[in-house]
């Protein structure tokens, strides 16, 4: 099982650039030593903000750089960032309206308060990172790869010719006019615009690339990098150049060492920091309105808000403290977590994603995924399935019934849903509320979806020798006439290669006499003048073995999971797949037999020797097949072997040579532990199946979970 990355550093990280972000607004050090200040707000802090942006960047864009141009994970995070602004612009209206900032305003005040400058000081970055993901989506769909970062790096040199480099401009009077324009519309070029899209996309870049591999030798170029960037603030001060000093020239390549170092730190996950970090940034303004309201009313003024450090602290622990209570308010408020109590199926979502990435390299030109997650993503969870895919930029599924179709519109996924199967005339109706795409399964079916009377999305199957659903391919004046039945949208046609997945040389021609009598389907359409709709033909067998065959679509199915049908098959495929599922039960008893006792239904089981049979809280009814003959399970990294009969609800192992097993430990059926294995192909091949019907038998009361 690939073992999933560990983004612990990121949401230590993300807490200390909530902390620097603090510092800038507070100036820790002013009492003591303007330079060292300068240094740490000026120049230290500065790495905080574009660390945020690379941070949404790595989880938002990262499928865009991928060649997986989707819109929809890359909305979905800007309808968040617009809510979180919402809340703190109304958070921050009383306090900005009592410290005058919004009298006289015109309209263009209001845009440019609104879309670049923020309402409040530090609402900025709000309307700047949605601003930068349309900008970067943009960019990157438009621009090949070196146009893309020439692109974002104009628009960076154009920032910080409007901010740290503005002394430059002043000197060329034409230039000067042009920033001063555009500082009618945006006070500062640290905004959406110029400055997010640069930092954005080496989120995503250097997110794909993962941890530096060398974390030393990454150590130094920040060093480095951050002792160059902190000559350049000093004498660009100096200078005098700076109308603003968010932005240097070397500031990118610190953050290239920074965030790749991040990515390499071994901290554990901490999802809370996350939030934490959000709500310190969006309320230390108000913790500094309220100290210095505080140390006004006691008479602290002097300890509390003119001893810079002191302030600052206090500001940092007022703010920890709110974000803390509203975080803790939030979490409450959310479903429960994984419970893990009973027994459970772990996804690996790094080994669907790279799974994923793999299949796609092998499709043939103007071919896109259409993952199979019938069956539940055949056991896996479909919904929990379709949703990491999506993220990735997938926007076609297909399904075996209106019911899963239905599952996925009512879970957020979108895009095209392919009902593999039959639906009944009474259902129709559910086919235009949930937009879903049915198959004509054949020509009298199609004539009952015309009779609907209402317009329907539909895809075309063509049966070409596996006699299962589709009008035959010798058909062709049904075929056709399905093309012009009223109401029906033909959005496909498609066929099933039932031998694909076959080595012997019967199969393999069976293969090519199927794709010859489909492609004769589509040329006698060309002769008709019947626009050709998309067309796919390729499972995951198709795909790995007869990936010239071409179509638009590919239905890839079980390989998408990690698996094939069989070792054999496996052995034979190309690319590098990582199962993406883990089954893992409870220990819920361990009992002890002494010898002749029996135990389990019919007394099956009998102890030759004094035994310690451990209850699993996993059985048939769960899904595993009560045939399971010879099956063992992993407990504390060592194998157990199953005895017994199975029952529905639990199962019994003999953990007589394991004797630290107890009551709450956990056991692994299919996945690893220790450095032992146990992999779906090992209970296909005990119960005499296939690894699909192994896995889509999983039960819905396993809980699907996925890292």
């Not at 006004?296 to 002097?302: D, E, P, S, Y």
């Not at 239904?601 to 009560?626: C, E, H, K, M």
Request: net charge positive; proline share 6%.
């Amino acid at each position: 099982m690939a073992k999933p990355r560990n983004y612990g550093g990121l949401d230590a990280f993300k807490v200390i650039a909530a902390l620097l972000v603090v510092a800038i607004h507070t100036s820790p050090l002013a009492s003591y030593s303007a330079a060292g200040d300068f240094f740490l707000t000026r120049c230290l802090a500065r790495v905080a903000v574009p660390f945020f942006f690379m941070v949404t960047g790595h989880f938002v864009l990262g499928p865009v750089l991928e060649g997986q141009r989707a819109f929809a994970p890359v909305g979905r995070q800007i309808k968040k960032i617009l809510l979180l602004y919402l809340i703190a612009v109304v958070l921050y209206l009383p306090i900005g309206w009592y410290a005058g900032h919004y009298q006289a305003l015109g309209p263009l005040d209001v845009v440019r308060l609104l879309v670049f400058d923020g309402t409040f000081y530090h609402l900025w970055y709000f309307p700047a990172c949605a601003l930068g993901l349309l900008v970067a989506y943009a960019l990157a769909r438009a621009l090949p790869g070196r146009g893309l970062w020439a692109a974002v790096g104009i628009l960076y040199l154009l920032a910080l010719l409007g901010d740290s480099y503005y002394g430059l401009t002043a000197q060329l009077p034409a230039l000067a006019a042009v920033y001063d324009g555009g500082f009618q519309l945006f006070s500062y070029t640290r905004n959406g615009l110029f400055m997010a899209p640069l930092f954005l996309l080496l989120g995503a870049r250097l997110g794909r690339r993962g941890p530096a591999p060398l974390p030393g030798l990454a150590g130094v170029g920040l060093a480095l990098s951050l002792a160059l960037m902190t000559g350049e603030g000093f004498l660009l001060r100096h200078l005098q150049f700076q109308r603003h000093d968010s932005m240097y020239l070397l500031l990118p390549l610190v953050m290239v060492f920074l965030y790749r170092l991040v990515l390499a730190w071994p901290a554990k996950a901490a999802p809370a920091c996350r939030d934490l970090s959000t709500w310190v940034y969006i309320l230390h303004p108000a913790m500094v309105v309220a100290l210095r309201g505080g140390a006004k009313v006691t008479g602290l003024t002097q300890v509390l808000v003119e001893n810079s450090l002191i302030h600052y602290l206090g500001v940092c622990a007022l703010s920890f403290l709110a974000a803390g209570a509203i975080a803790w308010v939030l979490a409450r408020r959310r479903p429960a977590g994984p419970r893990r109590d009973r027994a459970w199926i772990q996804l690996d979502r790094a080994a669907l994603v790279h799974n994923l990435h793999a299949l796609q390299a092998l499709l043939p030109p103007g071919c896109r995924m259409m993952p199979a997650v019938k069956a539940d993503a055949y056991g896996h969870g479909a919904l929990a399935v379709a949703r990491v895919l999506q993220a990735e930029g997938v926007s076609a599924f297909c399904v075996a019934c209106l019911a899963e179709g239905i599952q996925l519109r009512r879970g957020g996924i979108r895009g095209t849903i392919l009902i593999l199967g039959y639906t009944h005339p009474d259902q129709f109706p559910l086919l235009r509320r949930y937009r879903l795409t049915q198959t004509v399964v054949d020509y009298p079916y199609a004539r009952q979806l015309a009779a609907y009377g209402r317009p329907l999305a539909v895809h075309l199957a063509v049966d070409t020798g596996m006699h299962r659903l589709g009008e035959s391919c010798c058909h062709l004046e049904e075929i056709a006439a399905i093309f012009s039945l009223p109401h029906l949208r033909v959005e496909g046609i498609y066929t099933h290669l039932c031998t694909a997945d076959g080595p012997a040389p019967r199969d393999q021609a069976y293969v090519r006499r199927q794709a010859q009598a489909f492609q004769e389907v589509l040329e006698a359409l060309d002769r008709r003048g019947i626009p050709r709709p998309r067309v796919h033909l390729l499972a995951s067998h198709g795909l790995l073995n007869y990936p010239d065959l071409g179509g638009d679509y590919a239905r890839v199915g079980i390989a998408l999971y990690g698996l094939l049908s069989t070792e054999g098959d496996l052995n034979r495929a190309a690319p590098d797949l990582r199962p993406v599922l883990s089954l893992h039960a409870r220990v819920a008893a361990v009992r002890e037999l002494a010898p002749g006792q029996a135990a389990g239904y019919g007394l099956a089981f009998v102890a030759r020797r004094p035994t310690r049979v451990a209850v699993l809280t996993i059985g048939y009814g769960d899904g595993l097949p009560r045939t399971l003959a010879g099956g063992e399970v992993l407990l504390h990294g060592r194998r157990a072997p199953m005895v017994g009969r199975m029952c529905m609800d639990q199962l019994l192992v003999d953990v007589t040579d394991l004797p630290t097993v107890a009551p709450g430990d956990e056991a692994v059926l299919i996945g690893a532990s220790g450095e032992e294995v146990i992999t779906a192909y090992a209970l296909a091949r005990q119960s005499g199946s296939i690894t699909n019907e192994i896995l889509s038998r999983l039960g819905p009361r396993l809980e699907r979970i996925v890292r």
